[in-house]
T-cell receptor
Framework: KAGVTQTPRYLIKTRGQQVTLSCSPI?????VSWYQQTPGQGLQFLFE???????NKGNFPGRFSGRQFSNSRSEMNVSTLELGDSALYLC?????????????FGPGTRLTVL | KNEVEQSPQNLTAQEGEFITINCSYS?????LHWLQQHPGGGIVSLFM???GKKKHGRLIATINIQEKHSSLHITASHPRDSAVYIC??????????FGPGTRLSVLP
């Protein structure tokens, strides 16, 4: 079975731009969660989607948004990029959700904001 | 006070040693996860626990719900176990909260 894939793997943007990251879950998994990892704050939960609906949301500003498609693929969008948005963005998929099942992580997208 | 704390922050061990990493949390939880992150960023889920104890190969994870505490043990440690180990809890507020991680180095 193919693992979780994320595209692109690396991205460089400038302040004020917007960015869209993509995550393809393991086949059959209906839950996709997104996380941000920075050296200062560590890993932080962004949001979780299940069957195209946002189920949970972390403590991030509205510039961070996401969506999930009918094939369970998910995208997250960050608008009006700030220097502090430079981070490793990870997605993870599971059968039914974070609190019920093991999470399978993708390799991450490393975003650099200049 | 952070909702999830880990100790120690850093740990260096000799190959073959028995290792324990501790996690304590302050909120009610529905599940606790232990994650392993290697240099380069890749994260692997090691265990998901809601009670008791689980074992997988040389790894053992335990949780005490009353004491809000979990431990990850590595028996017969090996240099390939060198990684950051992260405890994460799923709280009843439906958020997923991570500990700061424990950086483990196992020397040959």
């Amino acid at each position: 079975k193919a693992g979780v894939t994320q595209t692109p793997r690396y991205l460089i943007k400038t302040r004020g731009q917007q960015v869209t990251l993509s995550c393809s879950p393991i086949s059959g998994h209906r839950s996709v969660s997104w996380y941000q990892q920075t050296p200062g704050q560590g890993l932080q939960f962004l949001f979780e989607y299940f069957s195209e609906t946002q189920r949970n949301k972390g403590n991030f500003p509205g510039r961070f948004s996401g969506r999930q498609f009918s094939n369970s693929r998910s995208e997250m969008n960050v608008s009006t990029l700030e220097l502090g948005d430079s981070a490793l963005y990870l997605c993870a998929s599971s059968l039914a959700g974070v609190s019920y099942n093991e999470q399978f992580f993708g390799p991450g997208t490393r975003l650099t904001v200049l | 006070k952070n909702e999830v704390e880990q100790s120690p922050q850093n740990l260096t061990a000799q190959e073959g040693e028995f290792i324990t990493i501790n996690c304590s949390y302050s909120v009610g939880i529905s599940a606790l996860h232990w994650l392993q992150q290697h240099p380069g960023g890749g994260i692997v889920s090691l265990f998901m626990l809601s009670s008791g104890k689980k074992k997988h190969g040389r790894l053992i994870a335990t949780i005490n719900i009353q004491e809000k505490h979990s431990s990850l043990h590595i028996t017969a440690s090996h240099p390939r176990d060198s990684a950051v180990y992260i405890c994460a809890v799923h709280n009843y507020g439906q958020n997923f909260v991570f500990g700061p991680g424990t950086r483990l180095s196992v020397l040959p």
